[in-house]
């Protein structure tokens, strides 16, 4: 091989360095009068999403200083956030896997935060619940159709509601918790039926 390079060698070498794996490229420019801005349309509202969601957690946490929550909050709260990692990162990476504990979680924490007024039968309901949310979210995100999760929900309402039945009166003779719940559930079921 010699070391003696021509001027076509050379100039063969320079247009190979302005082209991409030997293809001419040519220079992209933006239409006249168009900005960052009009790249990018979605930058103001996923900085109104982020503002209000700094400001929803600023008030949460000021709550949490000024009002003292109950024990049981306090926990259901701390397994929401665990559930809310594995769900974020679920999510995001697309890993069914991750799906499975927040679920479990998140419904844990739904049935730790309502165990004094239920005598402990929203835990299992709770779970039961984290159960059918698997497949819920298995079958309509991740495409998995076996129904796996769904034998541990039904066992797991089942058992609740075998204690519910056995600990009935203590339940309604402790508090009226259920009527303004009933109240509650009944007026969303009406409601969600009207069309604005």
């Keep these: ?10 100039e063969r070498a320079r247009q190979a360095e302005r082209s991409a794996a030997g293809i001419e490229t040519r220079q992209l420019r933006l239409p006249a009068g168009a900005g960052y801005a009009a790249a990018s349309p979605a930058a103001p509202a996923r900085s109104n999403v982020i ?3 700094l400001v929803v957690l600023g008030i949460l946490l000021l709550l949490g200083r000024i009002v003292t929550l109950p024990l049981e909050l306090e926990a259901g709260m701390v397994l929401l956030t665990i559930a ?13 896997g991750l799906i499975i504990p927040g679920s479990i979680l998140a419904g844990l924490s739904v049935g730790v935060t309502l165990a004094d007024v239920t005598n402990g039968v929203s835990v299992l309901w709770g779970l039961a619940l984290g159960f059918l949310a698997i497949y819920a979210l298995g079958s ?8 796996w999760p769904v034998i541990p ?15 009935l009166p203590s339940l309604f003779g402790a508090t009226l918790i259920w009527l303004p719940l009933l109240l509650i559930g009944a007026g969303l079921y009406l409601g969600r039926g009207r069309q604005p």
Excluded: C, N
């Design 84 to 96: 809310s990692v594995f769900y974020f990162f679920g999510f995001w990476r697309r890993i069914y």
């Design 153 to 167: 929900a039904v066992i797991l309402f089942a058992v609740g509601t075998i204690v519910a039945v056995t600990s």
């Design 51 to 53: 503002g209000v969601g």
């Design 1 to 10: 091989m010699s070391d003696q390079y021509t001027e076509q060698d050379t």
């Design 140 to 147: 309509a995100l991740f495409k998995q159709r076996h129904p």
